[in-house]
């Protein structure tokens, strides 16, 4: 047999040998069951990749045309199987398809398209998979103390996405997948990702099983994003399903939509955190998804987040700057989100005493039966009867009240005690409030009407039942939300796409997750807290477009109007006068460098109204510049 000849057949069959039916006729005439390699041209016969000659015969000895070789050539790739194929192989396949390059293009044959299936094949040598993204940001805030502040107006550290108007340039996000298929029923993914400002770690790792009657079941940690697949948000703005967790998470495909059934449990690692028995819980959640046909589609789904300590877990809202005042139903009032003293509205008056204070304040008293003390003046032994001033070096506790550092005392000495003098106002204390979170659970129906390729109607009913506190006055156990969608491509406006969103919340409804809020500002405050300390009625109208000019230039407009309206039990607190409302604009620019690069700019402003101080100074109006540097591999 020429040498050509032979090389060929022992490639071609190293890579297809494997998956060729079983044969038993003899192929060709002149090739006996004894040789060598009947097996192999009898499997490659059988592929159909050799076809031999209209008389029955193979002629191996005889010399193969350059022509025969491209043929042979082009049907290996077509057959060959990716998942299988050795590095040796495909090297002795690129090798092939080189030496034959132009008579392969001679037949019509596209060598390009044989040279992307040899990429793939080196792709997955191995069986394993490596992709990822990595994500660069340089941004700019106006005000230092503002919303994108980064750091709290007393100084103290706050989100990832907050700075305080000096450039800054991060790596944003880091991502690498890792996939491998087992066999033909199970694949292994992984996720390394950044976790913080500088931590790196495993952010997902599960397996994915292929079950009977067209089912699968993935196992580990993994995400989960309902939301996503029936289309009700853009950008990152999903409400609850957005979500990594670990357990099972099980999906069977109907012929028209598919149900799906998960269980998941999370450890609570962090006894010291702010957040107590926060993450030491369980969530299960269940989906039916029905397409009754290309129009139209609806779902019924239901989230139960169980906390192991029966509902007792709490957070406490620890802040050095001006407290938010929360709702505790059980109290039936507002407390603040750290310890304040708060005026009480009484004073104490003359006659009234303090107790043991002589002997701590002294370095505070001014005058002595109306003789003016002055500065490194040696201090005199009081006695009793001598009327003091005294100018409060501390705050100083009376009971349950506050005397705060600063205030002018007159009053009597008896003993160690002090009798007033004058009148005082004093202050509470009151200490912050400790917000619970209680078992719940989140049902919605979400459907879809799609009119046209590129014009849909979607929507979505969510209710929330709260085991926490019932029957406590101005608490709903049972609040609900909504939203409806217009989404238009671009394809049918054709120079715009278009989204289109009205959002509407109950008091005591809450988020799982922190929608619209994609440049760092808070747009929708109180929405991810416990639901009893939600007081807010909250509309919005959200709104987005998008130009894509060509492959390589995209641009994109933002707008989001946030209406806050505070309840009666907490509206005493915060001011019946004030506005509550959030103005969001966003403009931006994308370029597609490579089909792997993109460069973003953006411009973000936020406008809060007067109320918010009240609630947190840093809620105040700021604007943000970002460039991204956006790398797919």
């Known amino acids: 047999m020429n040498m050509k000849k032979l090389l060929a057949l022992v490639a071609v069959f190293a890579l297809v040998a494997f998956a060729a039916p079983a044969f038993a006729a003899n192929p060709f005439v002149d090739v ?54 050795s590095k040796e192989d495909v090297e002795m396949l690129k090798k092939l398809v080189v030496e034959f ?61 907050r700075h ?100 998941s449990h999370s450890e609570d690692t962090d006894e010291n955190a702010n957040y107590v028995d926060l993450a030491d819980m369980y969530n299960y959640g269940a989906r039916f998804n029905f397409q009754f046909n290309d129009k139209f589609r609806l779902a019924i789904s ?9 509902g007792t877990a709490k957070m406490t809202y620890s802040s050095a700057h001006d407290p938010r005042w929360l709702y505790d139903p059980v109290k039936d009032n507002v407390f603040p989100s750290k310890a304040v003293n708060e005026k009480y509205g009484s004073v104490l008056t003359k006659g009234q005493v303090l107790t043991r204070v002589v002997s701590s304040i002294n370095s505070g008293i001014t005058a002595i039966n109306g003789s003016t003390l002055y500065s490194g003046e040696d201090f005199p032994t009081l006695a009793n009867g001598d009327v003091v001033s005294i100018k409060l070096p501390f705050d100083v506790s009376v009971g349950d ?5 600063g205030t002018e005392v007159s009053g009597k000495v008896v003993g160690n005690d002090i009798e007033i003098q004058n009148d005082i106002v004093v202050y509470e204390n009151i200490p912050a409030f400790e917000s619970k979170y209680y078992d719940y659970g989140t049902y919605w129906v979400d459907f879809g009407i799609t009119f046209n390729p590129g014009f849909q109607f979607k929507g979505a009913y969510y209710m929330q039942d709260h085991d926490g506190p019932s029957g406590v006055a101005n608490f709903d156990d049972s609040p609900s939300a909504y939203k409806a969608i217009i989404d238009v491509s671009q394809d049918t406006l054709k120079f715009t796409s278009l989204w289109i969103e ?86 931006g620019v994308q370029y597609w460098y490579t089909p792997t690069v993109m460069f973003e700019l953006a411009y973000d402003d936020v406008d809060y109204d007067d109320g918010w101080q009240q609630v947190d100074r840093d809620l105040k109006d700021d604007s943000l510049i970002r460039f991204r540097t956006h790398i797919f591999f």
């Open 502 to 587: 009205y959002a509407k919340f109950d008091p005591n409804f809450h988020t799982a997750l922190s929608p619209w809020d994609a440049f760092g500002a808070e747009l929708t405050p109180n929405l991810t807290m416990p639901a009893v300390s939600n007081v807010w009625e909250t509309e919005v109208l959200f709104v987005m477009l998008q130009q894509k000019w060509n492959d390589k230039w995209v641009t994109y407009e933002r707008y989001g109007n946030f209406s806050n309206d505070i309840q009666g039990y907490a509206a005493g607190k915060y001011g019946p006068d004030n506005s509550y409302d959030i103005e969001n604009f966003t403009i």
């Open 101 to 161: 390059k132009d008579e392969l293009q001679a037949l019509g044959v596209r060598v390009d398209a044989l040279d992307e299936r040899v990429a793939v094949l080196e792709e997955n040598l191995g069986g394993w998979k490596f992709w990822g993204e990595l994500r660069f940001d340089a941004r700019w805030a106006d005000e230092g103390d503002g919303a994108y502040a980064n750091s709290d107006s007393d100084g103290s550290p706050s989100g990832d996405y």
């Open 32 to 85: 006996p069951m004894n040789h060598w390699a009947y097996d192999a041209i009898s499997q490659l016969a059988a592929k159909g990749i050799i076809q031999g000659y209209p008389d029955g015969t193979y002629r191996g000895n005889h010399p193969m045309t350059r022509y025969e070789m491209s043929m042979l050539v082009a049907r290996a790739l077509a057959t060959v199987d990716m998942e299988k194929a």
């Open 401 to 405: 009240f506050v005397i705060p550092a």
């Open 302 to 310: 239901g989230l139960y987040f169980d906390y192991d300590n029966d």
């Open 164 to 263: 305080n108007g000096e450039t800054e340039f991060d790596l944003n996000r880091f991502r690498l997948w890792i996939s491998k298929q087992i066999d033909d029923k199970t694949t292994v993914t992984a996720r390394l990702g950044r976790t913080g400002s500088t931590g790196v770690a495993w952010q997902r790792y599960y397996a994915t099983i292929k079950l009977p009657w067209d089912s699968s079941l993935m196992v580990g940690m993994w995400n989960y994003d309902w939301e996503g697949e029936a289309g009700l948000y853009i950008d990152e703005d999903a409400w609850f399903t957005d979500q990594t967790l670990t357990g099972f998470y099980w999906r069977k495909n109907l012929q028209n939509g598919d149900i799906t059934f998960f269980a």
